[in-house]
């Protein structure tokens, strides 16, 4: 692997402005419920991706991204929900959008890397 620490992954560092932005654009929100879920799953998706790095092994890490792609699938859906119930705009939503589709991108390519699908 090319790197020495999970900081250094670029899906980690796009991952952690994700999750921020979502806690940053939900801040006023008091649906605690639908912001649990969220926050739950944009934080998962920068968390498995460290963690598998940290586990040493390649199958392994290959195992946490595909954790960590699904919980981005699990964020861009409930994006959709969030701009239906006009809980973000249409332009904010676009953007968090943009960010979970490259940032899902960017683990598929690195599961690719990994060659051990």
Do not use: P
Request: contains cysteine; glycine residues 2%; neutral net charge.
């Amino acid at each position: 692997m090319l790197f020495t620490r999970f900081e250094e992954i670029k899906a980690w560092q796009k991952a952690m402005i994700l999750a921020d932005d979502i806690y940053t654009l939900l801040a006023d929100s008091k649906d605690y419920g639908f912001n649990d879920q969220i926050q739950r799953a944009a934080v998962s998706v920068m968390n498995n991706i460290a963690e598998g790095f940290e586990r040493n092994n390649n199958r392994e890490f290959y195992h946490f991204l595909r954790i960590a792609k699904a919980s981005c699938a699990e964020v861009r859906s409930i994006v959709y929900l969030a701009k239906l119930r006009q809980k973000i705009s249409s332009e904010n939503c676009d953007k968090l959008l943009q960010e979970t589709e490259t940032i899902s991108k960017m683990i598929a390519s690195l599961m690719k890397t990994l060659n051990l699908s």
